[in-house]
């Protein structure tokens, strides 16, 4: 199947833990996202790839670290888990703006 | 900077209803404009989009009109199944000005047997 996979699909963990979050597009797509949805369904970009290439970064701790090994690959890697990390993260890739995005299903992450 | 602006909700219809949802956009050049889907427990999914003005994007029974003059990209549907409770992301693209993808809030529209 064509798409973008995300895994784990549920993530609980403790405060302070380090965790990861991997995501793979098989479309060639350039560029891939990290994007964060909180509780009252509000999307906000983390970061964004193109080529392996960071091209966006916006204002997250820099506790979130994202990860291109390639072009299909974006993972990202969250040290020191707070509460407030919690939400649902989405992947997204994109052959071009004006083609719009294909999102993953989402990583629930639960920080307790 | 771009923005992207719908009406709140949650919106509850009966089915066979017809559904509107508002969508205004705020942007200094000429973006794209797409509205997204979310099942519940699932991410997000293109419904439909339009790149110029006047175009019109279909799908599903799902319409909107790209309307230049008044800023808008409402989303229509003639008559709504239970099927078709989610939430809707009204977002724009607009890449000459290195304006990355903007979603608006969403609005969650459940739909009644």
């Known amino acids: ?112 | 900077g771009n923005s992207v602006t719908q009406m709140e909700g949650p919106v509850t219809l009966s089915e066979e209803a017809f559904l509107t949802i508002n969508c205004t956009y705020t942007a200094t050049g000429y973006p794209s404009l797409f509205w997204y889907v979310q099942y519940p427990g699932e991410g997000l999914q293109l419904l439909l989009k339009a790149t110029k003005a006047d175009d019109k994007g279909s799908n599903k029974g799902f319409e909107a009109t790209y309307r230049k003059e008044t800023t808008s990209f409402h989303l229509e549907k003639g008559s709504v199944q239970v099927s078709d409770s989610a939430v809707y992301f009204c977002a724009l693209s607009d890449p000459p000005r290195g304006q990355n993808f903007v979603f608006g809030p969403g609005t969650r529209l459940s739909v009644l047997p």
């Open chain 1, 1 to 112: 199947d064509t798409a973008v996979s995300q895994t784990p699909k549920y993530l609980v963990t403790q405060m302070g833990n380090d965790k990861s979050i991997k995501c793979e597009q098989n479309l060639g797509h350039d560029t891939m996202y990290w994007y964060k949805q909180d509780s009252k369904k509000f999307l906000k970009i983390m970061f964004s790839y193109n080529n392996k290439e960071l091209i966006i970064n916006e204002t997250v701790p820099n506790r979130f670290s994202p990860k291109s090994p390639d072009k299909a690959h974006l993972n990202l890697h969250i040290n020191s888990l707070e509460l407030g990390d919690s939400a649902v993260y989405f992947c997204a890739s994109s052959h071009g703006q004006n083609y719009g995005y294909t999102f993953g299903s989402g990583t629930r992450l639960t920080v307790v």
